[in-house]
């Protein structure tokens, strides 16, 4: 369930190279992956993180803390959704450098439209687990999450608001750049 350390170092130069400043992760897990992000970003930088289980913020906040990052980090506790739909109603559109989705894969379609009004043009919404094991690919894989991701990655591959990468690190990681 956690990235893995090739994917983790991806995003820690992506995000570097995007000069960012802001970011937004959509399930924190462990916070492995918060700290790649947060470790990237630059001088003043702050991490959003947006997970509904206290408990697995209480693990990462641990993991935060002796990565020495709890500073940049802003916790939610609550369902994304709600937080992203909270900064859109404060005006925060346009705002934020790069954003991360590792969390429930039904949720993926809505948390792109939030993120993508969230992210600036140049900014990039990436989603881990969009090869799904590989049953993306297996025509017999017909489960509600593989469905949901399937349907993701054609959406992307399609839409014209956002150049769209997968690359085949870890488990699938969908790179979609706001235009």
């Known amino acids: 369930m956690q990235i893995t350390p090739d994917q983790g170092a991806f995003m820690h130069w992506l995000v570097a190279t995007l000069r960012a400043t802001r970011a937004i992760e959509v399930g924190v897990f462990t916070g492995y992956s918060s700290i790649a992000t947060a470790t990237a970003l630059g001088p003043g930088g702050k991490l959003l993180a947006c997970d509904p289980d206290e408990r697995a913020l209480a693990v990462a906040r641990r993991c935060w ?59 990039v919404i990436a989603f881990d687990n969009v090869l799904w ?41 969908a790179l979609c750049t706001k235009k």
């Open 65 to 123: 803390d002796r990565a020495g990052v709890l500073d940049r980090i802003v916790e939610h506790v609550r369902p994304a959704r709600e937080t992203l739909e909270l900064l859109l109603s404060a005006g925060e559109a346009g705002q934020y450098d790069f954003a991360f989705v590792d969390a429930d894969k039904r949720g993926y379609m809505g948390y792109y439209e939030q993120l993508l009004q969230l992210v600036r043009p140049g900014g």
């Open 133 to 173: 094991y590989g049953q993306v690919a297996d025509a017999g894989a017909t489960d509600a999450r593989t469905e949901a991701i399937r349907e993701l990655n054609s959406f992307l591959l399609a839409d014209e608001r956002i150049l769209f990468s997968l690359l085949p690190i870890s488990d699938g990681l």
